[in-house]
């Protein structure tokens, strides 16, 4: 019996797993880092915000990238996230059996230029 075969078939197969295993870790990240621009800036008690528009549309986009990752939601509405370190804000969706859900936004880090911050996908 031929090896040959069976060794690049075998390759192929890791090659794929391995290539699906990185799709799927890039993909299913839940950090984000957004400029603090004119058209994402907004104020909240004095200070520079992230707004909730752009903290739902992220977080629509993040959260079930893929099919395994997450599960279906729809109408994600965000409140506008402070850009201090330590803020949390609670974003609400419904999943694809219409039920609410509740996802916590962390913000990582803040600088005057930009916000990185999380969610927790449930």
């Known amino acids: 019996m031929e090896r ?3 060794l690049i078939t075998g390759a192929a197969v890791a090659a794929v797993a391995v290539g699906g295993g990185a799709l ?5 990240g839940t950090e ?3 400029g603090l621009d004119k058209f994402a800036t907004v104020t909240v008690d004095g ?3 992230l707004s909730g528009n ?3 549309g ?9 099919p395994w990752i997450g599960g279906d939601t729809s109408v994600v509405k965000c409140p506008d996230l402070k850009a201090v370190a330590g803020t949390r804000v609670t ?3 419904k999943d ?5 859900l509740s996802i916590p936004v962390t913000v990582v880090k803040a600088d005057a230029s930009s916000v990185t911050w999380k969610f927790e996908r449930k």
């Open 4 to 6: 040959r075969p069976m």
């Open 24 to 28: 799927t870790y890039a993909m299913s």
């Open 32 to 34: 984000s880092t957004t």
């Open 58 to 66: 992220r977080t629509s986009a993040k959260y079930s990238p893929l």
């Open 54 to 56: 752009i903290v739902a």
């Open 91 to 93: 974003c609400t969706a």
């Open 96 to 100: 694809g059996d219409g039920k609410d």
């Open 47 to 49: 200070q520079k915000a």
